[in-house]
């Protein structure tokens, strides 16, 4: 389950030319959950980047700690934490990359998941308004997860559905019945990712150098 994201500075526009911005594109080399991300909604005609808080929190939660950052595809429907906002409310978060921890023996390797050619990525997710003190958002989402691709799974079972940009108009636009919607909602292409060993400084979410995402092993790619 993909608990951090990696977000460097990049042209959305480039994938998704009708993306207007309110807010800059929220950078980080170690993003952690229950806190700031960029997300894209549909407004009217218009796609918009904007600012939300990661971890949905409906209006009657209590304890920040318990909003998810993350919800099952298999479940949104028969969750009522993540059934509405599914049905209507739909976003995608842009990363350039997801870091995942692999099982060793004696303790677990951070490994960073990219595009292959390390463009960005958009994943999957569900967003809700509500009216508290408990932030300084007013608007929260989690990312949608669905299995990982075959050849990912020793790294990690699960990971965020990725939305073609060609399909992010059909995901974002809350006219889309639910089960077209979901149907988007695959494991990634066995060539679209892969993924390199980085160092343990990435464990400690407080660490924001660089170099959480430098490679200290090959990159790992799919072998048809």
Known sequence: ???????????????????????????????????????????????????????????????????????????LEQRSMFRDAFAARRCLVPVTGMYVWKNQPRAKQPYLITQVERMPLFLAGVWCRYHTSLTDFTDSAALVTVPASAWLTPLSDRLPAIIASDDAGTWLDARTPPDMAKSLLMPAPMELLGAFPVSKKVNNPAYQSSDCAYPIGPMLRWAS
Do not use: Y
């Open 1 to 75: 389950m993909t608990g951090r994201l990696h977000v460097h500075r990049c042209d959305l526009t480039r994938l998704l030319p009708r993306l207007e911005a309110d807010a800059p594109l929220i950078e980080s080399p170690n993003l952690a959950p229950r806190r700031g991300i960029s997300a894209i909604r549909q407004e009217g005609g218009s796609l918009r980047l904007g600012d939300i808080f990661w971890g949905l929190t409906p209006p009657w939660l209590k304890v920040l700690d318990h909003a998810p950052h993350c919800a099952r595809a298999e479940s």
